[in-house]
């Protein structure tokens, strides 16, 4: 069924160019309420998250920011890296509440939709996990959030490979060029993580 879906949406894609997946606020609630994203704490999650994890070991970002960052999955994975703060933020209240436990000294949650927020803080790495394809315009998000990246710091963005995610890359690439990239596979899934800077 999904693969089907998958050789229905590639065309649909190619001619009618990027659309979101859209949900709203309460579903991502609801859903997380039910349990429906703990999988992405499972052993068949971590290709994506261990590809964030080894280009953070080796850039050592001091500050991140984790848009879109759920109940805290990847945060929790990151943990063993020596970063001084670390901001999760998300648009489900229910996802953050589910987070909040994992905050600690350095390690911060907060609701915030993508486009909402605001902040005078600059950060040295931005990390977009899984989340992207859901945003209504990857291009503006990125442009948004390149004015938050402190000098020399970089934007991480990693999506499961899907007709709706390879439309996106272009809209993620407009404003940012990609330093580097991992493809992943793991069990019935691919995916790509990839580092970008500014565009000069
Ligand atoms: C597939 S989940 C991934 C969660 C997390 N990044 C992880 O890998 O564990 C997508 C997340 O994006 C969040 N999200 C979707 N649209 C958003 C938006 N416009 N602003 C902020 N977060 C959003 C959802 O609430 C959800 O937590």
Same mark, same amino acid.
């Given at each position: ?17 990027? &659309? ?12 997380? @309420? ?62 953050? !509440? ?47 959030? &390149? ?18 995610? @390879? ?13 580097? !990239? ?7 899934? &691919? ?8 565009? &000069?």
């Amino acid at each position: 069924m999904k693969a089907l879906k998958e050789i229905v949406s590639g065309p649909v894609f190619r001619v009618l160019g990027y &659309r979101p997946q859209t949900v709203s606020v309460s579903t991502w609630d609801k859903e997380y @309420r039910q349990g429906d994203w703990n999988y992405l704490e499972d052993i068949g999650s971590i290709a994506g998250q261990a590809t964030i994890l080894g280009y953070c070991q080796f850039l050592k970002p001091a500050t991140i920011l984790d848009v879109g960052c759920g109940a805290g999955a990847l945060a929790e994975k990151l943990k063993l890296l020596p970063y001084r703060a670390f901001l999760g933020i998300d648009i489900s209240a229910e996802a953050i !509440a589910q987070a909040a436990p994992r905050a600690d000294f350095r390690t911060t949650f907060a609701v915030s939709p993508a486009d909402g927020f605001h902040t005078d803080k600059r950060f040295d790495l931005i990390i977009f996990n899984q989340c992207v394809n859901y945003f209504e315009d990857p291009a503006a998000v990125m442009a948004h959030y &390149r004015a938050l990246l402190a000098p020399n710091g970089r934007i991480i963005v990693s999506m499961c490979e899907t007709a709706r995610a @390879r439309a996106a890359w272009p809209l993620v690439e407009k404003h940012l060029a990609v330093e580097d !990239a991992i493809t992943y596979i793991q069990a019935e899934g &691919r995916g790509t993580t990839k580092v970008l800077r500014p565009r &000069r």
